[in-house]
């Protein structure tokens, strides 16, 4: 199939999703928000004035959504994309394995953080082992990670797609939380 047909099916798919629809009228700049607020919905997890890092947040709809509850809280958003400045959130530009990206939202939240939720994911190849598998790793550095930074009876959100390492990331994070 030809790349330009490829993408008239994702504009024509794009137009059509409901959640897309909804996150421009709801003023969220991409659908993902809604897993976020499906999650929230089921768990109760965010409040006012908590603390929350978003790993891989670009473009920006998981900390539009984090910030408008945690209101007099704060919400440190990091990612590779430049982002969009956010009301009520810290914006850091970066590689999130980078340990020098790491000291700095670490500098941030110096008593520790409520959330960490991670949204990364590869850049997709369309071989969906390979890409679980990248994106798998990416959820295992946020895992190490958050357990350096979260409080007692802080809370982990990760994407992950399913594949051939998915039942060894859900053990590894049972393991750590």
Known sequence: MKKNKISKNWVNRQRRDVYVR?????????RSVYKLIEINQKFKIFKGGMSVIDIGAAPGSWSQFAAKIVKNGK???????????IQ????????????????????????GSDVVMSDMAVNTTGIK???????????KEA???????????????SKIFMGSTFNEIVALGKKIF
């Open 22 to 30: 909804q996150s421009k009228v709801d003023g969220y700049r991409a």
């Open 75 to 85: 919400v440190i958003s990091i990612d590779l994309k430049k982002i969009e400045p």
């Open 88 to 111: 009520n959130t810290i914006l850091i530009h970066g590689d999130f394995t980078d340990l020098k990206i790491q000291r700095e939202i670490k500098s941030h939240v110096k008593k």
């Open 129 to 139: 082992n390979l890409d679980s598998i990248q994106t798998g790793e990416l959820c």
């Open 143 to 157: 895992m190490f990670f958050s357990k350096e930074v979260i409080q007692d009876k802080g809370y982990f959100i």
